[in-house]
């Protein structure tokens, strides 16, 4: 359900292919919210988010230190909006698929606009080397 569809490739393979992964987490979240089978899904919850604010931190990393490498004017602007969404915490919610369903719709709405205003910006940057 949840991919990296064609327009949310920047064209800078690294962060294309980090992008993948965190959609990726965010279709695990929505795997998780239509399983049936399993009642008790804070366990998976857990991991799901303790796997996405690493996996997270690593990409964020990784993004600063290419920006840097290119002296990305906007690098500053970046690192903003990446602690913000670092400092983002989802309150335990009792209902379980409402907190997936938080999680999910907090991610992707991040992702996608991240994606197409900001990081986009990057791969424009690069064009004009």
Not at 104 to 119: F, G, R, S
């Amino acid at each position: 359900m949840y991919e990296m569809k064609p327009e949310y490739y920047i064209g800078i393979d690294m962060i294309d292919e980090e992008h993948k992964q965190l959609f990726k987490y965010a279709d695990d979240a929505y795997e998780l919210l239509h399983d049936e089978n399993t009642p008790d899904k804070y366990d998976r919850i857990d991991m799901i988010l303790e796997d996405l604010r690493d996996y997270t931190a690593k990409h964020f990393n990784d993004e600063e230190q290419y920006m840097e490498s290119i002296n990305y004017k906007k690098l500053f602007t970046q690192k903003i909006q990446h602690q913000e969404f670092i400092q983002h915490h989802n309150d335990e919610i009792k209902d379980q698929d409402e907190q997936i369903m938080g999680i999910l719709k907090y991610l992707t709405e991040w992702l996608v606009n991240h994606i197409l205003y900001v990081d986009g910006q990057i791969a424009e940057f690069v064009s004009k080397m």
